[in-house]
């Protein structure tokens, strides 16, 4: 079983749709957790940050993680074209001495007018 | 600006050649990390480096080589022993391997063997 995982996708949705995202991971240390927006032929760049449980809203973007079902999610409100992209979620271990961040496969996203 | 540069943006490899691929930072991260990323499969980890003259293979470090000579610098040289090296690969860099924050990216190199 692979640590994080992540459907594909592709997820395609119209312009103004709300969209949700989701992680499931097997590894309860996991303490930090993170989303990743990549537009095609780029590196990941950071979309949000959460340490621990709970939710953090940004604009239009909201990431939840629930713990106990090892569960996260990114909403995304009013999509817009600009938001098709690849999102990866990561997560990682504060008391790892590595260091590493564990990714999921990413989910394809497009949004169209 | 801060970031990470990875140089050249494509690279084209005959087969059984050795090709490096560049990766500076100037955020004055103590950790770097090499990526190999494959449609479908996400970013799998080749080599880490948590500080200047050490680094320890990810989970995919057959064919690859590295060195860290420098903090600011992180190469990764894909041998002719890598028996599939086409794939877009991907340098990180963070502030210590203890810290919470995310990874910083580069914009990657694509690599394809002809």
């Known amino acids: 079983q692979k640590e994080v995982e992540q459907d594909p996708g592709p997820l395609s949705v119209p312009e103004g749709a709300i969209v949700s995202l989701n992680c499931t991971y097997s590894?309860?240390?996991?303490?930090?957790f993170m989303w990743y927006r990549q537009y095609s032929r780029k590196g990941p760049e950071l979309l949000m940050y959460?340490?621990?449980?709970g939710n953090k809203e940004d604009g239009r973007f909201t990431a939840q993680v629930d713990k106990s079902s090892k569960y996260i999610s990114l909403f995304i409100r009013d999509s817009q074209p600009s938001d098709s992209a690849t999102y990866l979620c990561?997560?990682?271990?504060?008391?790892?001495?590595?260091?590493?961040?564990?990714f999921g496969r990413g989910t394809q996203l497009t949004v169209w007018p | 600006d801060g970031g990470i540069t990875q140089s050249p943006k494509y690279l084209f490899r005959k087969e059984g050649q050795n090709v490096t691929l560049s990766c500076e930072q100037n955020?004055?991260?103590?950790?770097m990390y090499w990526y190999r990323q494959d449609p479908g499969q996400g970013l799998r980890l080749i080599y880490y480096?948590?500080?200047?003259?050490?680094?320890q293979k990810g989970d995919i470090a057959e064919g690859y080589s590295v060195s860290r000579e420098k903090k600011e610098s992180f190469p990764l040289t894909v041998t002719s022993a890598q028996k599939n090296p086409t794939a877009f690969y991907l340098c990180?860099?963070?502030?210590?391997?203890?810290?919470?924050?995310?990874?910083?990216f580069g914009s990657g190199t694509r690599l394809t063997v002809v």
């Open positions: 990180a860099s963070r502030q210590g391997a203890k810290t919470i924050l995310g990874y910083t």
């Open positions: 590894n309860s240390a996991f303490q930090y």
């Open positions: 959460t340490y621990s449980s």
């Open positions: 990561a997560m990682g271990d504060r008391g790892s001495t590595l260091g590493r961040l564990y």
């Open positions: 955020l004055n991260h103590d950790a």
């Open positions: 480096s948590q500080i200047v003259n050490d680094f």
